[in-house]
């Protein structure tokens, strides 16, 4: 075989790269069976492509451990056959903070099988340098007809690949029909203008998930994690405009991260994760937007509102069926809710059922789009005054006293006379309680040298999660009367006994809930120091 050379891109400002480490920067969509050639001549594809691409067939093996060693630390291994030509590539797990971007080593091989010896040890970790070839075994392949095509945009190099074919593991087998542009050079904005231009043609969903990630799942039923949100990282040094980026990016990295999950419903923590992140952003948009009123923000959160509340149902569902009854039976064994508990798990399957039509919309696919797109163009500068753009340019820890001093005081007017709270004024406390603990989450890093933070924001924790127990009896009360319609004596034995226990919770809330407010009330501010 002849010397194997350094296999180099240009990923823009992602990472330099030298023997044959990349940094791969590649937006993936997933396409409805048999749209991909309506897509290949959509507009944004015909007026920038060099020329009519090639066609390629594509077999490609993933390897493994058996112990499925480099599935678990995020990684991926595979040999793909194009023609006579055989390559090899490892891919590291995405940057938390770039979820469109991998690392990824590509070298030449002699066949199929993959070479272990042929990757920098130095390089691509401890785990991988400690593995001999007869560790692996293949673990499922692809076959796939790409169609490939270079873009020259006015700021960025993209290539395009449509593939349809199949994942194949053993006598399994799943469709594949996708789109995958990846940059190659230039702003990585472009890959989402071109998702956005190329959902008016079909109607894409981003694909979460990499073709390794779905091999798995079809060779082991391997259901894909729900995942909490990352650190901002953020940092004293950062002007306000990168900490905005920041923020932003690592809320659509967490919805990302969660979509998969609460499409399949594999488990409930996916849809709470999704609510969580929209809440994060919405909270992003209400902290900025005051100092830095851009349409941008207003958009935003316009539609993480819809989508939140597009959720809102199924975790309802998923409140009652994981939490509230599992706590019921824990507590009175002696009565049978078993009738109740298949009302509810229908009514939860149900709502799920009604959230994959929703992930499916294209609005929700556009939605995640603009997001990518908020991040890469900086959208929140455009149509402000020369002030706001001064305030952007400003180092954050000054923008976070004001706004977490703001937050502060609005919160503690909201909770004056706690005891004589309604409903609805607690409602209102709660939300603003979110929006307080979501900032103090954020900008926590910049006060890491006071002691006090940290205490100030578990009180705030607990108090909030107070006050979202008394939501989720709200709720199951809701939730109960919807159930109620059916007569069957046995379900009325359930409800009744659900309906004693919200009352007795109530009470036991209320207690707690007033200890917490007094504990958080006394709570020194940790900013402004």
């Not at 002849?2 to 791969?24: K, L, T």
């Not at 809320?251 to 998969?260: G, I, R, V």
Request: glycine share 6%.
């Amino acid at each position: 075989m002849s010397e194997r050379q350094p296999v180099v891109i240009d990923a823009g400002n992602a990472i330099a790269v030298r023997h044959g480490d990349q940094a791969e920067v590649e937006l993936k969509l997933l396409a409805p069976q048999g749209s991909l050639e309506k897509l290949r001549e959509a507009p944004c594809i015909v007026q920038h492509a060099r020329n009519r691409g090639a066609f390629h067939r594509l077999e490609t093996v993933y390897y493994d451990t058996p112990e499925r060693l480099l599935f678990q630390h995020g990684m991926s291994l595979r040999v793909r056959r194009s023609g006579k030509n055989f390559i090899q590539t490892l891919k590291l797990a995405p940057n938390p903070a770039q979820p469109l971007m991998r690392r990824q080593w590509e070298t030449p091989v002699d066949g199929i099988v993959p070479d272990l010896r042929l990757l920098p040890a130095d390089e691509v970790g401890d785990l991988v340098a400690a593995l001999s070839n007869d560790a692996l075994v293949a673990v499922f392949a692809t076959k796939v007809r790409r169609h490939a095509r270079q873009l020259d945009l006015p700021d960025a190099s993209v290539e395009v690949a449509f593939d349809e074919g199949t994942i194949e593991a053993d006598a399994r087998q799943e469709v594949l029909s996708e789109i995958e542009l990846e940059l190659k050079s230039g702003n990585a904005a472009v890959l989402f203008d071109l998702g956005t231009q190329l959902l008016d043609a079909a109607p894409l969903q981003i694909g979460t998930r990499s073709k390794a990630e779905r091999g798995y799942a079809l060779a082991f039923d391997a259901a894909p994690s729900a995942a909490k949100a990352e650190l901002s990282g953020i940092t004293a040094e950062l002007a306000v405009d990168d900490v905005i980026a920041l923020l932003v990016g690592s809320c659509w990295h967490h919805l990302l991260k969660n979509h998969a999950v609460a499409e399949q419903g594999s488990d409930p923590e996916g849809v709470h994760q999704m609510r969580v992140a929209l809440r994060r952003l919405r909270t992003i948009c209400a902290l900025f937007r005051r100092d830095i009123p851009s349409p941008a923000f207003l958009a935003v959160n316009s539609e993480a509102k819809w989508l939140m509340r597009q959720l809102g149902q199924a975790r309802d569902w998923d409140v009652f069926a994981e939490t509230t009854i599992t706590r019921l039976v824990s507590a009175v064994p002696d009565i049978d809710l078993d009738a109740l508990r298949k009302a509810v798990e229908q009514r939860q399957k149900s709502s799920y059922g009604n959230l994959q039509g929703v992930l499916a919309d294209p609005r929700c696919s556009r939605f995640l789009l603009s997001l990518g797109q908020l991040v890469e163009r900086r959208s929140w500068r455009n149509e402000i005054d020369s002030e706001a753009l001064a305030i952007l340019s400003q180092p954050m820890p000054v923008l976070a006293d004001q706004i977490l001093e703001r937050l502060h005081r609005k919160t503690l007017k909201r909770g004056a006379r706690f005891r004589r709270l309604d409903i609805h004024a607690q409602h209102n406390l709660r939300i603003n309680l979110k929006k307080l603990r979501y900032a103090a989450e954020f900008f926590l890093p910049l006060y890491a040298a006071h002691a006090p933070a940290k205490r100030y924001v578990k009180r705030l924790a607990g108090l909030q999660a107070s006050l979202g127990r008394v939501c989720d009896i709200g709720s199951t009360r809701v939730l109960l009367h919807t159930i109620a319609q059916d007569d069957r004596p046995e379900l009325h034995l359930g409800i009744g006994a659900m309906a004693g226990w919200l009352a007795r919770d109530q009470i036991a809330v209320a207690k707690a809930l007033r200890k917490s407010w007094r504990r958080f009330k006394t709570t020194p501010a940790f900013w402004g120091r």
